[in-house]
């Protein structure tokens, strides 16, 4: 447990930290959401939660700022074809489901 959960590195040490995880977030972030294996090797959500974490323990500056909203930006965009894709699956299945029902009938 943290003694201290309220304290915020402050000043240079502060932005050199939050450069270092943005930078690394940008650097693995699509790639871990574009993996070949079937499927992200994280969650989106593990990575929201890592850019909440820096968020919350750093006082970023308007370009950090702005890098984060840009990787929320990345993970909205994963979520959105992957419901499409989902969506596109579904419906290439349905018309199967129903035809099978009127042969059957």
């Known amino acids: 447990m943290d003694p201290f959960p309220d304290t915020k590195p402050q000043g240079a040490f502060s932005a050199l930290l939050a450069d270092q995880d943005l930078t690394h ?14 499927g992200p090797l994280l969650p989106p959500s593990y990575w929201r939660e890592r ?26 965009a994963f979520e959105a074809a992957t419901r ?4 596109e699956r579904r419906r290439e299945r ?3 489901a129903g035809s099978g029902k009127a042969e059957s009938a």
Not at 25 to 37: A, P
Not at 51 to 76: K, M, N, P
């Open 25 to 38: 977030l940008e650097l693995v972030l699509r790639r871990s959401l574009s993996c070949d294996l079937g």
């Open 51 to 76: 850019l909440a974490s820096i968020t919350r323990r750093s006082h970023l500056s308007h370009t950090q700022i702005q890098t984060v909203h840009r990787l929320y930006l990345q993970i909205d």
């Open 94 to 96: 349905e018309p199967a």
């Open 84 to 87: 499409s894709q989902e969506d």
